[in-house]
C-alpha cells in the first residue's frame, strides 16, 4: 500500500548497472499504482559497496535491490540476513528500516520461478512495459 506522505526512493546497485532494466520496470508499476517515488540505477564500486548500503536511509532510501558483482559481499555488511538468503548464499533486497538498519532477502529465486511459469502465485504473471 502507497504512503501518500512519503515519497518512495528505491534504486538498484551495482557495477556496472546501467544497462539494467530495473528502473523502467519499478517505475512502470510505480505509475500503475499510483505510488509516489522513483527507482534509480546506482553505479556503486565494489569497495564503496559498504558505505553506499549504510547511507541508504540517511538519504531517504526505503532500499534497494542488488546486482552483480554485489550479492554476496553485501551479506557481510547489512544487519540482518533471512533464512531463504543465507540458503541460497546471497542477497538480491535490502530493506532500510526506520532506525537504519539493514536487511537483507534474496527474491531471484521467486522471480525466476515466476518467470518460468513454476510460481504458485495465482493467475501466474501479468504483462509489464515493453521496450
Given amino acids: 500500500m502507497a504512503h501518500p506522505e512519503r515519497f518512495l526512493l528505491a534504486g538498484v546497485m551495482g557495477w556496472p548497472v546501467m544497462h539494467s532494466r530495473s528502473p523502467m520496470l519499478h517505475n512502470y508499476w510505480f505509475k500503475q499504482h499510483g505510488i509516489a517515488g522513483t527507482y534509480v540505477p ?50 538480491s533486497c535490502v530493506v532500510a528500516g526506520p532506525d537504519g538498519s539493514l536487511s537483507g532477502t534474496n527474491n531471484d529465486a521467486t522471480a525466476s520461478s515466476i518467470t518460468s511459469g513454476r510460481s504458485s502465485l495465482a493467475g501466474g504473471p501479468k504483462p509489464g512495459p515493453s521496450r
Avoid: Y
Fill in 42 to 91: 546506482l553505479a556503486i564500486r565494489p569497495e564503496s559497496l559498504a558505505a553506499a548500503l549504510r547511507a541508504l536511509h540517511a538519504l531517504g532510501f526505503a532500499g534497494c535491490n542488488l546486482t552483480i558483482p554485489h550479492k554476496q559481499q553485501a551479506m557481510t555488511i547489512v544487519d540482518e540476513v533471512d533464512t531463504l538468503a543465507k540458503s541460497i548464499g546471497a542477497i
